[in-house]
Structure formats: structure tokens, C-alpha cells
């Protein structure tokens, strides 16, 4: 009889389990910081992020904004280390400084996914994978573009946030090209923390400084040469014409500008990172081996293209 009721008890939790689904899965608790929204470039990044989570049920998000401050984003990530989420995905504000907080990271065994720019540490099994752009080739496509173009003259650099690896990068390759051609000549260097409001108080100070010696301007991102095309009208000069204006990012605006033939040209950084983070995510948990670097594909748009471009933008 006691065979015959366990025999009853195990058949009716099989058709409990069958009826309302086999248990939900455990969720895989991701912590990201992101270093604010200093551009429509990073909304965008933001934006996928958030939006690819939301997508994924099996995504637990904790999302937190640095407000490009490294100080707030090492806190948040010794913050997740202490809720012991599965990973810990950030973009760091600048390149060094990071060390010891990843270090607790890996004594804590949570791995570490780099988004976009990327961190100098001489251990690099600190994290498991970065995810972005390679911006040496960015600062590379601008200085080529400006030789195949027959550009020539003084060259104004507008450069992104001190210390960030993109501003470095953009610069770097940038320089390795055009330290060989004589008749480009940087003249003027200075940042504008990839912000379009710095981006035009830095172009006033350009032209306060050269004036109509300025030829070229090279803006380490849309947002700042978005910022610079303002002044550099309200001075009484022709972006585009006047002087030539190249940016890194690709953003909605940014075609909208060279539409109007303010902007000569912009080199593409695709910030739509979030799809490729989350499958980086879920192939860890999964155990599987990730590659050290994912560089995205990337384009570039002179003004030309931007009409009939613009309405497959994304961003």
C-alpha cells in the first residue's frame, strides 16, 4: 500500500511540474558602470545596453552611471563585488587607477568584462575580455583620409577626455601617420572632454589663438566638432569650407552636419555594444572561452555619403 501512495505522490509531481513548467532558471546578475553621458554617443551605448538586458530574461541588470568620475566607479564596482553578482562589466573613465579594485574583483572570482575603452594594468588576467573599437585604427582612417582628401595646412586637435585610452589611442594613431607628412602640421592641441559645450569653448580659444590659420580641425569625437562648427560660425568663418572638420563617432547629428556640408567627414565608432555584451555574459556563465579583444566592424563616412546614409542610422 505504502508503494502504491509513493507511487501516486511522484506521478502527481510530475504532472505539477508539467502543468506550471519545470523551475525558472537561476538569473545571471550583471553589474555595469558606465562613465555617464557626456555625448550622444554614450546615450546610445547606455541605451543599447539597458535595452539588450531587458531583452534577455535570464539578465538580472544592476546599472550605475559614474558621472565621469573614476572615484564613483571604483565604489560601484566594489559595490557589486560585495552583492557577489556572476560579472562585472564596466567602461573605464581612464586607463590607470584600476588595479587593485580588480584585483578584488579576481580574489572574489567574479570575472571582468571591459566595454569600449580599455584599462593599462600589467596583469591582464584581471579581466576576461574587452569588447570595443580599436581607436589607434580610428586616429589611423582620419590622418588617411586627410591624405587621399589632398588636406593640407595647420591642423587644430581637439582631444577627448585626458587619460581615457580613447583620446589616447585616437591620438596615437593619428600622429603615426601624419608625423610623416609634412604638410600637416598639428599647431594646436588641447581637450574638450567629449562634450559639445567644452568642444566649443575650446574652438573659441582655437581661433582667439590662430584665427584663419587654422586649416583643419580633428575632433576626437562628434560631439566636440558639433561644438566647435558653432563657434567656429559664430566667428565668422565657413565649417567645412573654411576649415576642414574631420570627428570619430558616426552619431545621428554628426550626419545631419555634414548634410548641411558643416562637417567634412566623421570616422565610424559603433556604440551599440549591448548585444555583444550580453553574449559574452551568457557564454561565460556557459563556460565557454572567450577571445582577450572582440573588435567591432566599423566604417567611414565622408560627407558625400551622409544623405543618402542617414536614414539607416541607428544612432
Given at each position: 500500500m ?7 505522490a511522484?506521478?502527481?509531481?510530475v ?17 555595469f558602470s558606465?562613465?555617464?553621458?557626456e555625448?550622444?554617443?554614450?546615450i546610445?551605448?547606455?541605451?543599447s545596453i539597458?535595452?539588450?538586458?531587458k ?16 572615484e564613483n ?7 557589486f ?5 556572476d560579472v562585472?562589466g ?10 587593485p ?6 580574489k572574489?572570482k567574479?570575472?571582468v ?9 600589467k ?6 575580455t574587452?569588447?570595443g ?38 591620438r ?7 608625423k ?8 594646436l592641441?588641447?581637450s574638450g ?18 584665427g584663419k590659420?587654422?586649416?583643419?580641425l580633428?575632433a576626437?569625437n562628434?560631439d566636440?566638432?558639433?561644438g ?16 576642414k ?22 570616422v ?28 567591432t566592424?566599423?566604417?567611414i563616412?565622408p560627407?558625400e555619403v ?8 541607428k544612432?
Amino acid at each position: 500500500m505504502k508503494k502504491i501512495s509513493f507511487v501516486w505522490a511522484f506521478l502527481a509531481l510530475v504532472m505539477s511540474v508539467s502543468a506550471f513548467g519545470a523551475a525558472p532558471k537561476k538569473k545571471i546578475n550583471v553589474g555595469f558602470s558606465q562613465i555617464g553621458a557626456e555625448s550622444a554617443w554614450r546615450i546610445a551605448d547606455t541605451e543599447s545596453i539597458i535595452s539588450e538586458a531587458k531583452k534577455r530574461p535570464n539578465i538580472e541588470l544592476k546599472f550605475s552611471d559614474a558621472q565621469q568620475k573614476q572615484e564613483n566607479q571604483i565604489k560601484v564596482i566594489r559595490s557589486f563585488i560585495a552583492q557577489k553578482v556572476d560579472v562585472i562589466g564596466f567602461t573605464p573613465v581612464v586607463e590607470t587607477g584600476y588595479e587593485p579594485v580588480l584585483r578584488e574583483a579576481k580574489k572574489a572570482k567574479i570575472p571582468v568584462i571591459i566595454i569600449d575603452r580599455t584599462v593599462d594594468v600589467k596583469d591582464t588576467s584581471l579581466w576576461v575580455t574587452h569588447i570595443g573599437s580599436d581607436m589607434v585604427e580610428e586616429g589611423r582612417k582620419v590622418a588617411k583620409f586627410m591624405i587621399a582628401k589632398g588636406w593640407k595646412g595647420n591642423i587644430a586637435e581637439m582631444v577627448g577626455t585626458v587619460g581615457s585610452s580613447a583620446a589616447i589611442d585616437r591620438r596615437q594613431g593619428f600622429m603615426e601617420i601624419v608625423k610623416n607628412h609634412p604638410e600637416l602640421k598639428v599647431v594646436l592641441s588641447k581637450s574638450g572632454n567629449f562634450t559639445r559645450s567644452e568642444g566649443k569653448k575650446v574652438m573659441e580659444t582655437f581661433l582667439k589663438d590662430k584665427g584663419k590659420n587654422i586649416n583643419i580641425l580633428y575632433a576626437h569625437n562628434d560631439d566636440m566638432a558639433i561644438g566647435a562648427i558653432q563657434a567656429i560660425e559664430e566667428y565668422g568663418l565657413r565649417p567645412g569650407v573654411d576649415i576642414k572638420i574631420i570627428s570619430c563617432d558616426g552619431i545621428h547629428d554628426a550626419f545631419q552636419a555634414m548634410i548641411e556640408g558643416k562637417l567634412n567627414c566623421t570616422v565610424e565608432c559603433n556604440p551599440l555594444l549591448g548585444p555583444q555584451f550580453f553574449d559574452a555574459v551568457e557564454d561565460l556563465k556557459a563556460g565557454k572561452k572567450l577571445p582577450k579583444e572582440t573588435i567591432t566592424k566599423e566604417s567611414i563616412f565622408p560627407m558625400e555619403v551622409a544623405k543618402d546614409i542617414m536614414p539607416t542610422r541607428k544612432y
